[in-house]
């Protein structure tokens, strides 16, 4: 069984850069949920997509946004970065909406 | 709105002894609650979960829970503590009303075992 992979490691943008952060699922998992935490503070709820379909949204603003693929791999953009946007940000996969969330390493992203 | 509340930054506690680490809820319909560890540099690793039945819930490396519907209450328990379990810990909530929302995390406790 594989789990939440996700890349790139680490990545350094500048102000008003787009990124593009991807997370891998694990095996048999159909749910992608995306996390920024910013140091020192818990997970924030970015999105979620289920079988394709975004499932719910938190409190960010439409220049993030996502896609899931059909294999459930799935992707996180940010465009016109701002300073504040420097977080871990966190995918997690489940098999459904209210199962546990098993989360890949974060990718840090660092906005100058 | 759900949210969740997790009233100590750190919490300190000698290898060996007993440890809690506190959280409460607050939910519209019915919690679904976990608890996820997070080792530096790390994603979060889930420990144990409660949905429904006994509110005593058993979960990963001897950790427990009990889920206190009155008091809105969700205190993670170990009976003895390790040095390897020096990490940050997070209480989440999930409402089974709220469709469409996530998991909300608490801020998180430091948790540091002394030797």
């Known amino acids: 069984e594989t789990g939440v992979t996700q890349s790139p490691t680490h990545l350094i943008k500048t102000r008003g850069q787009q990124v593009t952060l991807r997370c891998s699922s694990q095996?048999?998992?159909?749910?992608v949920s995306w996390y920024q935490q910013a140091l020192g503070q818990g997970p924030q709820f970015i999105f979620q997509?289920?079988?394709?379909?975004?499932?719910g949204r938190g409190n960010f603003p439409p220049r993030f946004s996502g896609l899931q693929f059909p294999n459930y791999s799935s992707e996180l953009n940010v465009n016109a970065l701002e300073l504040d946007d420097s977080a871990l940000y966190l995918c997690?996969?489940?098999?459904?909406?209210?199962?546990?969330?098993?989360f890949g390493p974060g990718t840090r992203l660092t906005v100058l | 709105a759900q949210s969740v509340a997790q009233p100590e930054d750190q919490v300190n506690v000698a290898e060996g002894n007993p440890l809690t680490v506190k959280c409460t809820y607050s939910?519209?319909?019915?919690?679904?609650l976990f608890w996820y560890v997070q080792y530096p540099n790390r994603g979060l690793q889930f420990l144990l979960k409660?949905?429904?039945?006994?509110?005593l819930v058993k979960g990963s490396y001897g950790f427990e829970a009990e889920f206190n519907k009155s008091q809105t209450s969700f205190h993670l328990k170990k009976p003895s503590a390790l040095v390897s379990d020096s990490a940050l810990y997070f209480c989440?909530?999930?409402?089974?009303?709220?469709?469409?929302?996530?998991?909300?995390f608490g801020p998180g406790t430091r948790l540091s075992v002394l030797p």
């Open positions: 997509y289920y079988r394709e379909e975004e499932n």
């Open positions: 095996s048999g998992h159909n749910t």
């Open positions: 409660y949905i429904t039945g006994d509110n």
């Open positions: 939910v519209s319909g019915n919690p679904y």
């Open positions: 997690a996969s489940s098999s459904g909406s209210y199962n546990e969330q098993f």
């Open positions: 989440a909530v999930r409402d089974d009303g709220n469709y469409g929302q996530n998991f909300v």
